[in-house]
T-cell receptor, first 108, second 111 residues
Framework: RKEVEQDPGPFNVPEGATVAFNCTYS??????FFWYRQDCRKEPKLLMS???SGNEDGRFTAQLNRASQYISLLIRDSKLSDSATYLC?????????FGQGTELSVKP | NAGVMQNPRHLVRRRGQEARLRCSPM?????VYWYRQLPEEGLKFMVY????????ESGMPKERFSAEFPKEGPSILRIQQVVRGDSAAYFC?????????FGEGSRLTVL
């Protein structure tokens, strides 16, 4: 089993759609969780951290379910500029482990 | 405050040559990480270093790859006797403690 697994992509959605990404992780001892965004295989950039109680940042909502070892990212009212690859990231001792990434393409 | 600086941005080598990739972390950051992204794949952890110490090299290939972070100067990822399969984007990240800040990457092409 991979340490961090994400939905396979790509996701092709129209502008304004709501899209959800899912991610599972294998290490029950993990304590820190993040969503990163990567555009055209440039450097990844932090989108948001994921907190136990769930957190929201504008159109983006992240959820964590420790019992199921599951993380999600919801994007509402998607924009063309949201097109990117979204990376689920989980901490392991001394490093962060990245998921494969899910590609999102938002079309006009 | 400059971000994480990597150079060269692009490097072309022939099989059997050596590749040296350099990374200067953000000011005040003492943790450096190297990740590799092969074409069509995700980022894979390679090595975690602090000044003069390798903390975790569990992701480094057993042969030909080495990394250092000297007391003075940038961190260096060195690949000896490169092969075509080494062609990838190599990203360096630094951290104060937790969140990773990435450089723009060094793209290695092995002919």
């Amino acid at each position: 089993r991979k340490e961090v697994e994400q939905d396979p992509g790509p996701f092709n959605v129209p502008e304004g759609a709501t899209v959800a990404f899912n991610c599972t992780y294998s290490n029950s001892a993990s304590q820190s969780f993040f969503w990163y965004r990567q555009d055209c295989r440039k450097e990844p950039k932090l989108l948001m951290s994921v907190y136990s109680s769930g957190n929201e940042d504008g159109r983006f909502t992240a959820q964590l379910n420790r019992a199921s070892q599951y993380i999600s990212l919801l994007i509402r009212d998607s924009k063309l500029s949201d097109s990117a690859t979204y990376l689920c990231v989980v901490n392991a001792p001394r490093k962060l482990i990245f998921g494969q990434g899910t590609e999102l393409s938002v079309k006009p | 405050n400059a971000g994480v600086m990597q150079n060269p941005r692009h490097l072309v080598r022939r099989r059997g040559q050596e590749a040296r990739l350099r990374c200067s972390p953000m000011k005040g950051h003492s943790h450096v990480y190297w990740y590799r992204q092969l074409p069509e794949e995700g980022l894979k952890f390679m090595v975690y270093l602090q000044k003069e110490n390798i903390i975790d090299e569990s992701g480094m290939p057993k042969e030909r790859f080495s990394a250092e972070f000297p007391k003075e100067g940038p961190s260096i990822l060195r690949i000896q006797q490169v092969v075509r399969g080494d062609s990838a984007a190599y990203f360096c990240a630094s951290s104060p403690d937790g969140e990773l800040f990435f450089g723009e990457g060094s793209r290695l092409t092995v002919l």
